[in-house]
């Protein structure tokens, strides 16, 4: 089993940052890739980005440009920066992780991200 918790959520005006976190913990070693998704109200869930064990990053329309994903396997912790944030960011941001022999899909929580004035 893999546990994911997000973190770094919260309320942000546009044009702003923020920095979301994922902190995994469990059977990690079989992981060999993490994303970021999202999903706002009444929306499905989107790709925001991914990256491999390798280190290879993919970002989804939304992100590309202004959010960077990247991970410090000392802390088994995955970050998202977010910068120039607009209204139409807001969402509740998901960690996923992938299994490399199962294809299984783990999931965390969530956090809520508000870009609003």
């Known amino acids: 089993q893999v546990q994911l918790v997000e973190s770094g959520g919260g309320l942000v005006q546009p044009g702003g940052s923020l920095r979301l976190s994922c902190a995994a913990s469990?059977?990690?070693?079989?992981?060999?890739?993490w994303g970021w998704y999202r999903q706002a109200p009444g929306k499905e869930r989107e790709l925001v980005a991914t990256?491999?064990?390798?280190?290879?990053?993919n970002y989804g329309d939304p992100a590309r440009g202004r959010f960077t994903i990247s991970r410090d396997n000392a802390k088994n912790t995955v970050y998202l920066q977010m910068n120039s944030l607009k209204p139409e960011d807001t969402a509740v941001y998901y960690c996923?992780?992938?299994?490399?022999?199962?294809?299984?899909?783990?999931w965390g929580q969530g956090t809520q991200v508000t870009v609003s004035s």
């Open positions: 469990g059977n990690i070693f079989s992981i060999n890739a």
């Open positions: 990256i491999t064990s390798g280190g290879s990053r």
């Open positions: 996923n992780g992938r299994d490399l022999w199962t294809t299984r899909l783990y």
